[in-house]
């Protein structure tokens, strides 16, 4: 409600006999401004625009950070900018119920055919009389609708942020999926070679061959996979930010962030979300105008158009007469009952409504609550328990093949599972970073956290092949 109360009083203050291409606007810019620290613009073909376009080039010329990539989102996005438009259309209408009626003049002209008689005329002019009194209704239910208006429209910016931050994490974390996939292939082809020249000494079999050489292969079916994946993943955030020919160039500024070292407050976010959804609070404005509209509806059902004017006649024998006119629309048969019946289902329809976004709202907060609880405590897992555990694996059968209790081939394996686990601890961190973006959609507004650090450890390189011979079957 607090939002639409401000919302109120500045879209209020201005009247609504004219349109002003700024309204409307500068109150969702104030709204995600204040959720995400971000600002947004739209493109009204001014040559204010020109000044946009030139912040575009600077941000893309700059390594992109996700806070940039938002900003260019929210800057250029076409879906964006076309739904910016609805304000427009709004506004409009909110202009339109804000006017009275025009006046209707009417005149009809009489000339005598031949020489007798003088030209007859009579005139009038008529005004709607019920426009008056139901004025200030009607511009209030269009006032309501256009501040609902407003705050879908901002949602809908929230919302293209939170899908660029998390399809921004996705690319981060494939470029960084696809090193590894190279590690692997890297680690699969040493294998492969040291199991030929293993097959050819006669230390293994035919069938060991076949299936390091299929891993291998396999391994690079895997890494052309992954690289298809990162071309996808980045013309989809170019999508998003509305980009093509040379601003498609941009590069990236840093690796997959480190889970926070200490995570926001998760309590009460059930409450929170309820009264900072900017959809929710649109709903609650949708119902309210609803229940205006159609106490509209009954005020006016027993009158129907009631048309006062003035007329001026002359005959051609007789005086020139002026005097007022009544014209009354008797509600007989038409008492306005459908359109009654209708608004009544339409105030019943945003009721239910708002209560579905409610309690769609609450469950799914909780559900995000408890994913991104998860995943931070699994991915806490692999960075204290798991990856320590695979380096140390590394470590001791590098001490055995160095005293040749072991072939290279355990060695290699123990690697692979290394980057494998690694693989699994980057993925996961990917996730939890787009849960929080989920999350911090689904309260319309962000979570607060601590500085933003690169992905670590990385994995250590693929042991290359001995050069001294020491070759052996396993023991």
Known sequence: MKNAALLSLALLAGGCASMQKERGHQEVAALVEARTGLKTRWDQGTPEDAEVSRHLDTLLGEPLSSDRAVEVALLNNPALQ???????????????????????????????????????????????????????????????????????????????????????????????LVELRREVLLAAE?????AARQREAGNITELELATEQATAE????????????????REHLNRLMGLWGPRIQWTLSESLPELPAKEAPLEHLETTAIKQRLDIDAARKQASLMWNALELAKTTRWFG??????????DSDGPRLFGPTLSL????????????GKLEAQYRQSERRLTELSVNARSEVRAARARLQSLRMQAEHYRTTVLPLRDKVIAQSQLQYNAMQIGLTPLLTAKKEQVESYRGYLETVRDYWMARAELEQLLGGRLPGSTEAPVSPAPPPAPAAPEHSHEHSHP
């Open 329 to 340: 629309e008797l509600p007989i048969f038409d008492q306005r009952q459908g359109l009654i």
């Open 190 to 194: 040493v294998s492969a070679e040291f």
């Open 305 to 314: 158009r009631v048309e006062v004017g003035v007329h001026t006649h002359r």
């Open 82 to 176: 076309q739904t910016y438009e609805e304000l427009g259309v709004s506004q409009a209408d909110m202009v339109q119920a804000g006017l009275l009626s025009n006046p209707v003049f009417s005149g009809s002209i009489g000339v005598p055919i031949g020489n007798l008689g003088i030209t007859e005329h009579e005139f009038s002019l008529v005004q709607e009389f019920v426009d008056l009194f139901t004025l200030p209704l009607r511009k209030r239910v269009a006032k309501e609708q256009f501040i609902a208006d407003t705050l879908r429209v901002a949602h809908e910016a929230l919302s293209t942020a939170a899908d660029v931050r998390k399809a921004f994490r996705e690319f981060q974390a494939r470029r960084q």
């Open 218 to 233: 396999q391994s690079k079916l895997d890494l052309s996979q992954e690289e298809l994946t990162l071309v996808e993943d």
